[in-house]
Nanobody, 127 residues
Framework: QAQLAESGGGSVEAGGSLTLSCAPS????????MGWFRQAPGKEREGVAR????????YYADSVKGRFTISQDNANNSVYLQMNRLRPEDTAMYYC????????????????????WGQGTQVTVSS
């Protein structure tokens, strides 16, 4: 079964940086919309960033805009999340997801069925 594997989480102080990575694990699959989501204890899952078509279009939640950068390596279907100027409120479990859509708009809005998910990587930011 195709899955995704995240890595790069950890504990940092506020203002620090981390880079999350997500790569396919297991059977290969096709996707053109990949995203990062996060969920903090007691809160709903939040879409953080998405990338479509190998990088032609990106989306960022307002809370991370200007601090996080999503990128993709098309050769190995991997996606990355560079996180700078981290804040305590960024503390959460971060998940990557992948899916397929013919609509850049649906990927941008997140209204697609992300059929593949990772197990998550924890990011903790201390003040």
């Amino acid at each position: 079964q195709a899955q995704l594997a995240e890595s790069g989480g950890g504990s940092v102080e506020a203002g620090g940086s981390l880079t999350l990575s997500c790569a396919p694990s297991g059977r290969t699959y096709s996707s053109n919309c990949m995203g990062w989501f996060r969920q903090a204890p007691g809160k709903e899952r939040e879409g953080v960033a998405r990338i479509y078509g190998g990088g032609r279009t990106t989306y960022y939640a307002d809370s991370v805009k200007g601090r996080f950068t999503i990128s993709q390596d098309n050769a190995n279907n991997s996606v990355y999340l560079q996180m700078n100027r981290l804040r305590p409120e960024d503390t959460a479990m971060y998940y990557c997801a992948a899916g397929w859509t013919s609509s850049v708009g649906l990927c941008y809005s997140g209204e697609i069925d992300f059929g593949y998910w990772g197990q998550g990587t924890q990011v903790t930011v201390s003040s």
